[in-house]
């Protein structure tokens, strides 16, 4: 068994040529390119077992020789894909499963007679071996289709794959790559692309979520493993978001950016670092920008609809619907336009560089301690910021129930993050309620969100629809107010499941 470390990226076909003839690969090279045609035929079980068990089972013909390769385990951290990997020769075209058992690796049981061929990847592979900053990485050029019956799909992709050395110079590299042409961090293999092939399943929004830890974890793998799990929550939405094929696609992106920050201030907590500061502030950056198209959407779908479709012969608010719609398009250009930069893709880049750099191995002695113990003093400091926050709530004007929200929204984050440490249950029930509190909060503050924006189009249509639409939020923010003071005093009653006692 051996562990695949690698690292991909999409480029478009005319650019992989500008780079294939690129003199800095000859510069980086450690001999000549090499040219191969790669047929690979994937097997799984009709209800797709493999998959479900995050394994891949295929046959590739490479010349004349057949390799049989499964891989498993592993994931994608920051871009970077690491898998286990079991790979022999075979004769021909056929599984030899016993021969896959007897180098150590295990398929489940229930398979062994239900596989079956499901989709082929056919590309060309220009390969060849780089020496950079101390570290042997095979570069491949890869170019061809993925078929699944009928349907194909184009392969335009590089692999930089380490052979030797830091896996922070796969992400070095392509930096230096990316100078040269545009690339963008591709997160889905190609296995994973022939699967959504074949199964014909439209893409899925991808909802938050943090990897499970256990207190036996140290906290630099903790964040790690969280900063890791936030990247990849963005970057599975972004594709939905570029093509605006759902509002939600954009607000699980800014999710993910929300939760990133938290993680990025905890790190801080830990020890201060100048490429840690530089990353916290773009993201920061992103999660303004992206949030002033958030608020369009949410007055949009959620504030301005509503009133229109009670009364929908109302002439001025159509008139406030389009101009609602045309600076809510304008937004999402820039959001669009943010997404596929080549700046987006270089913070992405930094980031998996900065994962795998030397930050984690030179923490403070101080960072050793235990994680149950930075969790609830993390915890403590949240809630204490939220109790601090909702003091006098019934008479709290916009401004502080809004950073009454934010302190709610970052104890949320810690809660789901370090809730499954302790005994379990407990973190749940406080988190729903915490959440529900949350959700008022929200409304409120997406109130007065809409009486700015109300007041950026006071110029462009007519003032008896804005009055309207005043009239029928300040009746709206009556009845939310009356609910925070009863979910208010429902949260401030809850003991916080962290304590020891507990």
Not at 192 to 212: I, T
Not at 240 to 265: C, D, P, S, T, W
Not at 324 to 352: N, T, W
Request: aromatic share 6%; proline share 4%; hydrophobic share 40%.
């Amino acid at each position: 068994m051996s562990v695949e470390t690698e690292l991909k990226l999409s480029i478009t076909p005319g650019h992989m040529e500008t780079l294939r003839r690129h003199p800095l690969l000859r510069q980086l090279a450690a001999g000549r390119a090499v040219n191969r045609k790669l047929y690979s035929v994937y097997f799984d079980t009709p209800n797709l077992a493999l998959h479900d068990h995050a394994m891949a089972l295929r046959l590739r013909r490479s010349g004349r020789q057949w390799l049989q390769t499964l891989k498993g385990g592993g994931g994608v951290r920051a871009g970077l894909h690491q898998r286990s990997e079991w790979e022999m020769p075979v004769q021909g075209e056929a599984l030899d499963l016993d021969a896959i058992e007897a180098a150590g690796g295990e398929l489940p049981r229930s398979t062994r007679n239900k596989l079956q061929p499901l989709f082929v990847t056919d590309f060309s592979r220009n390969l060849r071996l780089l020496h950079f900053e101390g570290a042997e990485i095979e570069l491949c050029l890869d170019s061809g289709v993925i078929r699944a019956g009928r349907k194909k799909r184009p392969i335009s992709e590089i692999e930089l794959e380490l052979r030797s050395g830091d896996p922070e110079k796969l992400f070095r590299l392509a930096l230096v790559l990316l100078d040269s042409v545009p690339l963008q961090v591709e997160s889905v293999s190609k296995a994973e692309h022939g699967y959504r092939l074949c199964s014909g399943k439209p893409q899925q929004v991808v909802k938050a979520g943090f990897p499970q830890l256990v207190p036996s974890q140290s906290i630099a793998s903790a964040l790690q493993s969280m900063i890791a799990s936030c990247l990849q929550h963005v970057q599975a939405n972004v594709p939905g978001a570029i093509f605006k094929l759902n509002e939600e696609y954009l607000h699980q992106v800014r999710v993910g950016l929300r939760r990133l920050r938290v993680m990025l201030v905890m790190a801080e907590t830990m020890c201060a670092d100048e490429t840690l500061h530089q990353l916290h502030a773009e993201v920061a950056e992103m999660c303004v920008e992206f949030g002033r198209m958030r608020e369009w959407d949410v007055f949009i779908t959620q504030t301005l609809a509503p009133i229109c479709e009670r009364l929908p012969q109302h002439a001025g608010l159509r008139k406030v619907m389009v101009a609602g719609e045309k600076l809510r398009s304008q937004y999402h250009v820039e959001v669009v336009r943010r997404l596929q930069s080549s700046a987006y893709q270089r913070l992405l880049l930094r980031f998996g560089a900065w994962m795998y750099g030397p930050y984690w191995s030179g923490l403070p002695a101080g960072a050793g301690q235990e994680l149950l113990k930075f969790a609830r003093a993390v915890l403590d400091k949240r809630s204490s910021q939220v109790v601090r926050r909702g003091k006098h709530v019934a008479s709290a004007d916009a401004s502080r129930l809004h950073q009454l929200r934010i302190a709610c929204k970052k104890l949320r984050y810690s809660a789901e993050m370090f809730g499954p440490l302790f005994p379990e249950g407990k973190h749940k029930r406080y988190v729903a309620g915490l959440s529900g509190l949350q959700d008022i909060l929200g409304v409120l503050n997406d109130l007065a969100v809409a009486e700015r924006l109300l007041a950026e189009m006071q110029d462009r249509v007519p003032h008896d629809a804005l009055d309207l639409i005043r009239g029928w939020m300040a009746h709206e923010r009556t009845t939310q107010k009356s609910a925070l003071a009863k979910a208010w005093k429902r949260f401030s009653g809850k003991k916080a499941f962290w304590n020891r006692t507990g």
